[in-house]
DNA sequence: TCAATCGTTCAACGATCTTTGAACTTAGGA
DNA sequence: TCCTAAGTTCAAAGATCGTTGAACGATTGA
């Protein structure tokens, strides 16, 4: 029942670069960010994208090193690998979460605080 | 005869990302970070594919705002963009240049200083 | 002028990506 | 037990990607 998820040394740059080009993704990751500890559930990701496309994408993720995807139930708990990635790529993760929450980084997406609650 | 480039506000994240998350053109932007403030021709980098295909590259990394092409003669001069995507993504370009230069994080790529010269 | 150099463009290809809807599985609750 | 909710899986489709080789244009130098 558990997914699989790649270990600390074979997250690659590259991988987790694509996996992080991608609107809906990096909207995923914000999302996580702005949750940061805490885990969530595929359901709060739906204004993001339909099941099967949510599913898609976070395989992506998962499988790149990005998300941590726990099974509880018939739940899938999504969590953000923010240890795992600060350490394998140091700085990396704050600088993009820092941008993606910015106005105007991501085309299309609102920011964060815009949202009333 | 002058290239298209995109503004700093119209450099966007994902496309960014998108640009880096391929190991040739990170390459490319290891190799342009080994020659900080430099600039070079497009020969510099044959060794990472043919012609066409490097033409190919630089041109995603052009329009995503990583790189720079100035027109000399019959020459292309490929800089990094390093002071716009600093101003846009504080610390993203420096996370991914220092993983870039660490053994592992690119599977197939040497490390810079295990090349001879 | 002629030839060589540097790089772009094009068409083609196979591969991968993204999205969709329908069918399915699995677990939990009434 | 039977139903529902939560996600996955699959096939299909269209888009985009990465690579190649051939043809092309533009500049430089002999």
Redesign the interface.
């Known amino acids: 029942m558990d997914l699989p998820h790649p270990s600390i040394?074979q997250i690659?740059?590259?991988?987790?670069?694509?996996?992080?080009?991608?609107?809906t993704r990096?909207a995923i990751v914000g999302e996580l960010a702005r949750h940061e500890g805490r885990v969530l559930p595929c359901s709060h990701f739906l204004h993001l994208g339909s099941k099967s496309n949510l599913s898609y994408h976070l395989a992506k993720m998962r499988e790149a090193g990005v998300v941590r995807v726990e099974c509880c139930g018939t739940r899938r708990l999504i969590s953000l690998r923010r240890a795992d990635l600060d350490t394998?790529?140091?700085?990396?993760l704050?600088?993009?979460i820092?941008?993606?929450a910015t106005r105007?980084?991501?085309?299309g997406s609102q920011t964060p605080t815009s949202q009333p609650a």
Chains 1, 2 share one sequence.
């Open positions: 040394d690659s740059l590259p991988t987790v670069l694509g996996a992080l080009g991608d609107t990096l394998r790529f140091p700085g990396l704050d600088s993009i820092a941008t993606a105007g980084a991501i085309p």
